[in-house]
């Protein structure tokens, strides 16, 4: 059985991340506990905020692309990913205990305790809350409401073999913030982008979730990747295919033409990529086809921003 590193240092965050590296010793348990280590959890759920910012730019052209409000989503997507990261390990404390990958967690680990962990949880949501007001009503209520989802994803590991589309149900969510923060309300338009984006998550948390197949046998844990079994890489490409597909309806739905659909090959190439490379058997292997979502995400903001521009 491994034990935590002495240092304090998440078994699966790089080597001589920031954090580790120029933090204050006190911070370091509490930026672990929040993944200030490892910024692609942001990265991912700021993305399809982006999206659904982009998308409404294509919708009222004059209005143009929400510039401040993506500056602000970004700040949110910080906090909250903190936040859901805090109390998803608030939760899952026991069962990190018995997962290699985890068990160097600041809660397991003992750099952290359950309660500090709540106080931070708090801290992180208060200051969440100052920036989701800064919105008009209906994205406001229309985020308060996502909370539901960020407060049962925890728990469907234990209850189901989809836990991945309740991440997807949630992290795909700043699709329909980000265009509501733009126009006051929904449309179809932004519908078929989250609808896509979900399937999007369902996916790549599917390789993600690659890294913890033998521990979550073990434990009990469910997860797509056990579901898919040695069919993970044509059920990921279905999914994949899906998402691209939903994406370049929503953008042709509000307005998007061929430049999108041109631009957003790339996006369709790096996810090809990520399915034609992957080999669970090869350290860090699905770890980096996970990472490279994040280019994905980018791949389409770009996307999204020729179209307008153009």
């Not at 989503?73 to 859901?84: D, H, P, Q, V, Y």
């Not at 309660?115 to 229309?142: C, H, P």
């Not at 989809?162 to 149900?169: D, R």
């Not at 990529?273 to 979502?293: A, I, M, S």
């Amino acid at each position: 059985m491994n034990t935590p590193d002495p240092t304090g240092t998440v078994a699966d965050a790089s080597k001589d991340n920031w954090l580790d590296r120029y933090a204050p010793e006190p911070i370091k348990p509490y930026g672990r506990l929040a993944r200030w280590d490892r910024p692609i959890g942001f990265y991912l759920l700021f993305w399809p905020c982006a999206w659904g910012i982009g998308l409404a730019a294509l919708a009222q052209p004059a209005f143009g692309f929400g510039w401040w409000a993506a500056i602000l989503m970004f700040l949110g997507a910080i906090l909250m990913r903190g936040a859901g990261c805090t109390f998803n390990d608030i939760v899952d404390r026991d069962i990190d205990m018995k997962v290699a990958r985890t068990r160097s967690r600041p809660i397991p680990s003992g750099q952290v305790t359950s309660r500090e962990a709540f106080y931070f949880l708090v801290a992180q949501a208060l200051l969440a809350s100052a920036i989701l007001f800064q919105f008009n009503r209906f994205t406001v209520y229309a985020a308060i409401a996502s909370l539901v989802l960020v407060a049962i994803y925890p728990f469907m590991k234990r209850i189901t073999w989809w836990p991945q589309l309740f991440l997807g149900l949630a992290f795909s969510y700043g699709a329909l913030v980000g265009w509501s923060s733009q126009t006051g309300g929904l449309s179809w338009a932004p519908v078929v982008l989250y609808l896509g984006t979900i399937l999007w998550v369902i996916g790549y948390d599917t390789i993600y979730a690659l890294q913890d197949i033998e521990d979550d046998a073990l434990v009990g844990v469910k997860s797509t990747a056990r579901l898919f079994g040695d069919n993970v890489r044509p059920a990921v490409a279905v999914l994949y295919a899906g998402a691209f597909l939903l994406w370049n309806v929503a953008s042709l739905m509000a307005g998007g033409g061929v430049i999108f659909a041109g631009l957003s090959l790339v996006a369709a190439g790096l996810l090809a990529w990520q399915l034609w490379t992957l080999d669970k058997e090869v350290p860090l292997n699905p770890f980096n086809r996970f990472y490279n979502n994040h280019y994905v995400g980018m791949a389409l903001t770009l996307a999204l921003l020729a179209e307008w521009v153009w």
